[in-house]
Protein backbone atom coordinates (compact mmCIF):
# COMPACT_ATOMS: atom_id res chain seq x y z
CA UNK A 1 0.00 0.00 0.00
CA UNK A 2 1.27 3.32 -0.68
CA UNK A 3 0.38 4.48 2.88
CA UNK A 4 1.13 8.42 2.74
CA UNK A 5 0.75 9.91 6.41
CA UNK A 6 0.59 13.28 7.51
CA UNK A 7 3.34 15.47 8.95
CA UNK A 8 2.20 14.25 12.10
CA UNK A 9 1.93 10.56 11.72
CA UNK A 10 5.51 10.94 10.13
CA UNK A 11 6.82 12.38 13.51
CA UNK A 12 5.16 10.11 15.27
CA UNK A 13 6.86 6.86 12.77
CA UNK A 14 10.37 9.01 13.34
CA UNK A 15 9.80 8.36 16.86
CA UNK A 16 8.89 4.81 17.21
CA UNK A 17 12.09 4.22 14.80
CA UNK A 18 14.17 5.25 17.80
CA UNK A 19 11.89 4.11 20.64
CA UNK A 20 12.66 0.24 22.27
CA UNK A 21 10.34 -2.07 20.63
CA UNK A 22 6.87 -2.47 23.04
CA UNK A 23 3.46 -2.98 22.77
CA UNK A 24 1.43 0.31 22.47
CA UNK A 25 -0.50 1.21 25.75
CA UNK A 26 -4.00 0.08 25.40
CA UNK A 27 -5.22 0.49 28.86
CA UNK A 28 -7.79 3.43 27.18
CA UNK A 29 -8.69 1.89 23.92
CA UNK A 30 -9.56 5.28 22.21
CA UNK A 31 -6.75 7.51 23.59
CA UNK A 32 -4.71 6.61 20.13
CA UNK A 33 -7.20 6.87 17.52
CA UNK A 34 -6.68 9.22 14.86
CA UNK A 35 -8.00 9.30 10.96
CA UNK A 36 -6.38 10.56 7.67
CA UNK A 37 -7.52 11.14 4.09
CA UNK A 38 -6.24 12.81 0.84
CA UNK A 39 -6.47 12.63 -2.96
CA UNK A 40 -4.07 11.58 -4.91
CA UNK A 41 -3.73 12.76 -9.05
CA UNK A 42 -1.63 9.50 -10.83
CA UNK A 43 -0.50 8.93 -14.07
CA UNK A 44 0.79 5.52 -14.48
CA UNK A 45 3.14 4.16 -17.27
CA UNK A 46 3.75 0.59 -18.34
CA UNK A 47 1.33 -0.46 -16.04
CA UNK A 48 0.65 -4.22 -15.88
CA UNK A 49 -1.69 -6.27 -16.85
CA UNK A 50 -2.04 -4.66 -20.01
CA UNK A 51 -1.98 -6.02 -23.65
CA UNK A 52 -1.65 -4.41 -26.93
CA UNK A 53 -4.35 -2.17 -27.14
CA UNK A 54 -2.93 0.10 -24.96
CA UNK A 55 -0.92 2.92 -25.06
CA UNK A 56 1.30 2.07 -22.03
CA UNK A 57 0.44 5.28 -20.10
CA UNK A 58 -2.78 6.31 -18.26
CA UNK A 59 -4.11 8.78 -15.44
CA UNK A 60 -6.40 8.25 -12.42
CA UNK A 61 -7.81 9.53 -9.13
CA UNK A 62 -6.89 7.96 -5.77
CA UNK A 63 -8.97 8.20 -2.75
CA UNK A 64 -6.87 6.75 0.20
CA UNK A 65 -7.85 7.38 3.70
CA UNK A 66 -6.41 5.03 7.08
CA UNK A 67 -6.44 5.42 10.80
CA UNK A 68 -6.64 3.45 14.24
CA UNK A 69 -9.67 3.75 16.00
CA UNK A 70 -10.00 1.18 19.02
CA UNK A 71 -8.96 -2.56 18.31
CA UNK A 72 -9.53 -1.42 14.80
CA UNK A 73 -6.01 -0.31 12.00
CA UNK A 74 -7.72 0.11 8.97
CA UNK A 75 -5.88 1.19 5.22
CA UNK A 76 -7.90 2.00 2.19
CA UNK A 77 -7.95 3.60 -1.16
CA UNK A 78 -10.54 3.69 -3.92
CA UNK A 79 -9.03 4.48 -7.42
CA UNK A 80 -11.24 5.56 -10.49
CA UNK A 81 -9.90 5.32 -13.48
CA UNK A 82 -9.15 7.73 -16.55
CA UNK A 83 -11.24 11.26 -14.88
CA UNK A 84 -9.82 12.34 -18.43
CA UNK A 85 -11.70 10.09 -20.59
CA UNK A 86 -9.04 9.18 -23.08
CA UNK A 87 -8.15 6.89 -25.15
CA UNK A 88 -6.60 4.73 -22.93
CA UNK A 89 -6.63 0.78 -24.56
CA UNK A 90 -7.38 -1.84 -21.93
CA UNK A 91 -8.50 1.54 -19.16
CA UNK A 92 -10.77 3.27 -22.29
CA UNK A 93 -14.13 3.27 -23.08
CA UNK A 94 -16.30 -0.03 -21.73
CA UNK A 95 -13.24 -1.30 -19.58
CA UNK A 96 -13.61 -1.17 -15.28
CA UNK A 97 -13.59 2.33 -14.03
CA UNK A 98 -13.04 1.64 -10.80
CA UNK A 99 -10.69 -0.62 -7.94
CA UNK A 100 -11.00 -0.84 -4.34
CA UNK A 101 -8.79 -2.40 -1.87
CA UNK A 102 -9.16 -2.26 1.94
CA UNK A 103 -7.84 -3.23 4.89
CA UNK A 104 -8.69 -3.30 8.50
CA UNK A 105 -6.60 -5.44 10.89
CA UNK A 106 -7.80 -5.99 14.22
CA UNK A 107 -5.44 -5.54 17.50
CA UNK A 108 -4.91 -8.67 19.58
CA UNK A 109 -3.09 -6.56 22.01
CA UNK A 110 -6.41 -4.37 22.46
CA UNK A 111 -8.58 -6.78 22.45
CA UNK A 112 -6.80 -9.59 24.83
CA UNK A 113 -5.70 -6.31 27.28
CA UNK A 114 -2.26 -7.83 27.12
CA UNK A 115 1.18 -7.07 25.43
CA UNK A 116 1.67 -9.38 22.94
CA UNK A 117 5.21 -7.77 21.88
CA UNK A 118 8.68 -9.84 21.37
CA UNK A 119 11.65 -9.08 20.40
CA UNK A 120 11.26 -6.64 17.39
CA UNK A 121 7.20 -7.34 17.49
CA UNK A 122 5.32 -4.37 18.53
CA UNK A 123 1.60 -5.50 17.97
CA UNK A 124 -0.20 -8.39 16.55
CA UNK A 125 -3.37 -8.01 14.55
CA UNK A 126 -6.02 -10.66 13.61
CA UNK A 127 -5.58 -9.51 9.62
CA UNK A 128 -7.92 -8.82 6.73
CA UNK A 129 -7.63 -7.57 3.19
CA UNK A 130 -10.27 -6.82 0.40
CA UNK A 131 -9.92 -5.93 -3.19
CA UNK A 132 -12.51 -5.50 -5.96
CA UNK A 133 -12.77 -4.38 -9.46
CA UNK A 134 -9.92 -3.60 -11.74
CA UNK A 135 -11.31 -5.80 -14.62
CA UNK A 136 -7.94 -7.32 -14.20
CA UNK A 137 -8.58 -11.05 -15.29
CA UNK A 138 -10.77 -10.36 -18.25
CA UNK A 139 -10.05 -12.11 -21.52
CA UNK A 140 -10.72 -14.57 -24.05
CA UNK A 141 -8.01 -18.10 -24.45
CA UNK A 142 -7.13 -19.31 -27.85
CA UNK A 143 -10.33 -21.15 -28.00
CA UNK A 144 -12.60 -19.24 -27.51
CA UNK A 145 -13.34 -19.46 -23.84
CA UNK A 146 -14.40 -16.16 -22.17
CA UNK A 147 -12.63 -15.63 -18.09
CA UNK A 148 -14.68 -12.16 -17.72
CA UNK A 149 -14.67 -10.75 -14.06
CA UNK A 150 -12.52 -8.15 -11.45
CA UNK A 151 -10.52 -8.40 -9.41
CA UNK A 152 -12.59 -9.96 -6.46
CA UNK A 153 -10.84 -11.49 -3.26
CA UNK A 154 -11.09 -11.78 0.46
CA UNK A 155 -8.11 -12.99 2.50
CA UNK A 156 -7.50 -13.47 6.44
CA UNK A 157 -4.76 -14.02 8.47
CA UNK A 158 -2.41 -13.04 11.11
CA UNK A 159 -0.16 -9.74 10.82
CA UNK A 160 2.16 -8.04 13.01
CA UNK A 161 3.83 -4.56 13.29
CA UNK A 162 7.55 -5.34 13.17
CA UNK A 163 10.81 -2.80 13.71
CA UNK A 164 12.85 -3.73 10.93
CA UNK A 165 16.39 -2.01 10.79
CA UNK A 166 16.79 0.92 9.09
CA UNK A 167 13.00 0.99 7.66
CA UNK A 168 11.74 1.32 11.44
CA UNK A 169 7.88 0.26 12.00
CA UNK A 170 7.29 -1.91 9.27
CA UNK A 171 3.27 -3.90 8.45
CA UNK A 172 3.58 -6.89 7.89
CA UNK A 173 0.81 -9.59 6.86
CA UNK A 174 0.51 -13.44 6.64
CA UNK A 175 -2.91 -14.25 4.64
CA UNK A 176 -4.92 -17.24 3.44
CA UNK A 177 -6.45 -16.06 0.05
CA UNK A 178 -9.65 -16.24 -1.08
CA UNK A 179 -11.15 -16.07 -4.44
CA UNK A 180 -14.44 -14.25 -4.44
CA UNK A 181 -14.78 -15.02 -8.28
CA UNK A 182 -14.00 -19.00 -8.27
CA UNK A 183 -15.35 -18.79 -4.33
CA UNK A 184 -12.33 -21.41 -3.24
CA UNK A 185 -9.63 -20.86 -1.22
CA UNK A 186 -6.18 -20.84 -3.42
CA UNK A 187 -2.71 -20.26 -1.51
CA UNK A 188 -1.54 -17.51 0.68
CA UNK A 189 -0.31 -13.77 0.54
CA UNK A 190 2.22 -12.01 2.60
CA UNK A 191 2.32 -8.06 2.65
CA UNK A 192 4.49 -5.85 3.51
CA UNK A 193 4.31 -1.81 3.83
CA UNK A 194 7.02 0.80 5.27
CA UNK A 195 6.79 4.74 5.86
CA UNK A 196 10.26 5.96 6.36
CA UNK A 197 10.90 9.73 6.28
CA UNK A 198 15.13 9.79 4.83
CA UNK A 199 15.38 13.72 4.14
CA UNK A 200 14.06 16.61 7.03
CA UNK A 201 14.02 20.03 5.33
CA UNK A 202 14.39 23.39 7.57
CA UNK A 203 10.92 24.30 6.29
CA UNK A 204 9.51 21.44 8.19
CA UNK A 205 9.18 19.51 4.95
CA UNK A 206 10.91 15.89 4.43
CA UNK A 207 11.16 13.52 1.79
CA UNK A 208 10.27 9.66 2.36
CA UNK A 209 10.92 6.90 1.32
CA UNK A 210 7.95 4.19 1.10
CA UNK A 211 6.40 1.29 -0.77
CA UNK A 212 5.30 -2.14 0.25
CA UNK A 213 5.26 -5.50 -1.35
CA UNK A 214 2.39 -7.74 -1.88
CA UNK A 215 3.18 -11.55 -2.76
CA UNK A 216 1.22 -14.51 -3.91
CA UNK A 217 2.16 -18.14 -3.56
CA UNK A 218 1.10 -21.66 -2.80
CA UNK A 219 -1.50 -21.06 -5.58
CA UNK A 220 -3.21 -24.08 -7.63
CA UNK A 221 -1.32 -23.81 -11.37
CA UNK A 222 -3.82 -23.17 -14.11
CA UNK A 223 -3.08 -24.51 -17.58
CA UNK A 224 -4.43 -24.31 -20.86
CA UNK A 225 -4.86 -27.37 -23.47
CA UNK A 226 -6.24 -27.83 -27.19
CA UNK A 227 -8.72 -29.82 -28.43
CA UNK A 228 -6.38 -32.86 -28.87
CA UNK A 229 -5.67 -32.57 -25.15
CA UNK A 230 -1.93 -31.52 -25.36
CA UNK A 231 -0.37 -28.62 -23.17
CA UNK A 232 -1.17 -25.17 -24.65
CA UNK A 233 0.01 -22.49 -22.10
CA UNK A 234 -0.43 -21.23 -18.42
CA UNK A 235 -3.24 -19.76 -17.58
CA UNK A 236 -2.50 -18.92 -13.62
CA UNK A 237 0.94 -19.67 -12.16
CA UNK A 238 1.69 -20.80 -8.54
CA UNK A 239 3.53 -17.09 -7.65
CA UNK A 240 3.66 -13.72 -8.14
CA UNK A 241 3.18 -10.52 -7.01
CA UNK A 242 4.74 -6.73 -7.02
CA UNK A 243 6.48 -4.37 -5.16
CA UNK A 244 6.10 -0.43 -5.20
CA UNK A 245 9.06 1.65 -3.74
CA UNK A 246 8.62 5.11 -3.93
CA UNK A 247 10.24 8.60 -2.86
CA UNK A 248 7.75 11.13 -1.91
CA UNK A 249 8.20 14.77 -1.25
CA UNK A 250 5.46 15.89 1.91
CA UNK A 251 4.36 19.36 3.48
CA UNK A 252 1.37 19.76 5.23
CA UNK A 253 -1.27 19.66 2.73
CA UNK A 254 0.86 18.46 -0.45
CA UNK A 255 2.95 15.99 -1.29
CA UNK A 256 5.08 14.91 -5.41
CA UNK A 257 6.20 11.93 -5.44
CA UNK A 258 7.58 9.14 -7.34
CA UNK A 259 7.52 5.41 -7.39
CA UNK A 260 8.78 2.50 -9.71
CA UNK A 261 6.81 -1.06 -9.27
CA UNK A 262 7.83 -4.12 -10.35
CA UNK A 263 5.67 -7.30 -11.36
CA UNK A 264 5.85 -10.90 -11.23
CA UNK A 265 3.13 -12.68 -12.89
CA UNK A 266 0.88 -10.35 -11.40
CA UNK A 267 -2.37 -11.49 -10.16
CA UNK A 268 -1.09 -14.72 -10.76
CA UNK A 269 -1.71 -14.12 -14.70
CA UNK A 270 1.22 -15.83 -16.33
CA UNK A 271 3.33 -13.78 -18.60
CA UNK A 272 2.83 -14.01 -22.35
CA UNK A 273 -0.02 -16.62 -21.11
CA UNK A 274 -2.94 -17.84 -22.06
CA UNK A 275 -4.52 -14.36 -21.82
CA UNK A 276 -1.72 -13.06 -24.06
CA UNK A 277 -1.41 -10.63 -21.70
CA UNK A 278 2.46 -8.89 -20.19
CA UNK A 279 2.66 -9.08 -16.51
CA UNK A 280 5.82 -9.10 -15.55
CA UNK A 281 8.15 -6.00 -15.53
CA UNK A 282 8.49 -2.50 -14.33
CA UNK A 283 5.92 0.69 -14.35
CA UNK A 284 6.51 3.96 -13.01
CA UNK A 285 3.49 6.23 -10.88
CA UNK A 286 3.80 10.01 -11.07
CA UNK A 287 1.47 11.19 -7.93
CA UNK A 288 0.29 15.04 -6.91
CA UNK A 289 -1.37 14.58 -3.48
CA UNK A 290 -4.20 17.16 -1.40
CA UNK A 291 -4.51 16.02 2.21
CA UNK A 292 -7.18 16.44 4.39
Given at each position: ?????T???????V??M????M???R??????????????????????P???????????????????????D??????????????Y??????????????????????????????G??????????????????????????V???????????????????????T????????????????????????????????????????????????????????????????????????????????????????????????????????????????A????????F
Open positions: MKNVKLALAATTAASAPAAADTDLRSGDYSWMQFNAMYAVNELRDGSTDNGHDYLEMEFGGRAGIVLYGYVDVFNITNQNGDKGAGASKMFMKFAPRFSLDAITGKDLSFPVQEVYISTLFNFGGGAISGTDKNGNYDGDVNNASVGIGADVMVPWLGKGMNLYGFYDLNAKEWNGYQFSMNWFKPVVNFDNGTFISFQGYVDYQFGADEVNAYDDDGSFYNTTFTSNGGAAYFGLHWHSDNYALGYGLKGFKDVYLLKDEGTFGLETTGFHYFTATYK
